[in-house]
């Protein structure tokens, strides 16, 4: 498929959410339905433009069939005259529906990620995260917890000082986590290391129970994971709290769904919106009014400025920052330091500075 057609596809998908997501109930008025009308007529002419260049695409015959049926629910916008809340709000209803089904369409055609799946590093954190919540439930106590990890860390450590001075003992290390490395972890502190030393930092400060949960959400990193664990432990009927550490600070205004996670000099502005079993990683500043998605992911370090919309399980990356009043789409990927202007529409990847989309393919090549 043709990348910059996709990235319009989604871009216009996104702009069409964000103005049927105006349709509410306490702030609903003539004004704003005439305002949200022209928005809509704006992203459906640009859907047919998009409709029209995809006639001559053969990959795309199941995409321009849901953009044919998108355009039809578009057709029946209610009338200028019409400024009743209940029939916007089933055209917003019918429209959603028509632009999840368009959407699931475009990102089966793209191999957007943010890096190539890694079944063996995946099994490696998840059986790693369910040694230490075993841990946890069968020794009560913390020093015990504490002997175990400890000795753990300081071995990652020497091994880190070991890889910097000596290089035979960098590669000899490597050959062994090789399998479940990235390959820039060659190079830089491995994220194994990275998590023996939250295990003993748990260990040592958290409560029992929010070290058990701390566990689980270091040991499945990949979002989607995370989600559907929760829906098991919740199928299961088991309660998933948030969890706020003592030096994050939370504005009263604030709302952290259930199974969150904020992490320490983590700042949540006033009226945001942390669904569930996001993480709000350490350091992470979200502003006033923005939303992060259930099970996102704020990386340590990210800026993300006031009225940001971040989709489920979306990522951005360390150090990343977003400006006001921009969406970034469910299952985006910010990547770590970019700096992002513009709308990032869902399943795609954005990077730099300013921030640019990017599509990785699953052999690595780089489409623009």
Not at 79 to 105: I, V
Not at 314 to 338: E, K, L, N, Q
């Amino acid at each position: 498929m043709n990348p910059v057609l996709q990235r319009e596809s989604l871009l216009a998908l996104d702009d069409l959410r964000d103005a049927l997501s105006r349709i509410d109930t306490a702030a609903w008025r003539d004004e704003l339905a005439a305002a949200v009308r022209l928005r809509v007529e704006a992203a459906r002419e640009r859907l047919r433009g998009i409709a029209a260049t995809a006639e001559a695409s053969s990959d795309m015959s199941a995409a321009r069939e849901r953009v044919n049926a998108l355009l039809a629910t578009l057709d029946a916008l209610p009338s200028p005259r019409e400024s009743a809340l209940s029939a916007w709000t089933s055209f917003r209803a019918s429209a959603s529906q028509r632009m999840d089904s368009l959407s699931d369409s475009l990102r089966e055609l793209s191999t957007a990620r943010a890096r190539p799946s890694n079944l063996a590093r995946s099994f490696f954190h998840a059986a790693s995260g369910l040694a230490a919540v075993a841990a946890i439930a069968l020794l009560h106590h913390r020093r015990w917890l504490v002997a175990i990890a400890l000795p753990w860390a300081c071995f990652a450590w020497t091994s880190e000082l070991l890889r910097r001075r000596y290089r035979g003992a960098n590669l000899r290390l490597m050959r062994v986590l090789g399998p479940i490395a990235h390959p820039h972890e060659w190079h830089k502190v491995n994220s194994a290391t990275w998590f023996v030393t939250a295990l003993l930092l748990l260990a040592a400060l958290a409560p029992l129970r929010s070290a058990a949960l701390g566990c689980a959400v270091l040991a499945l990193g990949d979002n989607r994971e995370r989600a559907a664990l929760f829906d098991r432990c919740r199928s299961l009927g088991m309660e998933l709290p948030a969890v706020i550490h003592p030096w994050a600070r939370v504005e009263p205004s604030a709302t952290v769904e259930e199974g969150a996670l904020v992490c320490t000099g983590a700042i949540i502005g006033a009226q945001v919106t942390i669904g569930r079993g996001a993480i709000v990683n350490s350091g992470a500043i979200i502003d006033h009014e923005s939303v992060l998605g259930d099970f996102a992911h704020a990386a340590p370090g990210t800026r993300i400025a006031g009225r940001v919309r971040i989709g489920d399980r979306a990522f951005v990356g360390i150090g990343a920052s977003v400006i006001d009043r921009v969406t970034i789409g469910a299952d985006a990927v910010v990547g770590a330091g970019a700096v992002v202007l513009e709308p990032v529409p869902a399943g795609m990847t954005a990077v730099g500075v300013p921030a640019r989309l990017t599509a990785v393919g699953r052999h690595g090549r780089e489409i623009r």
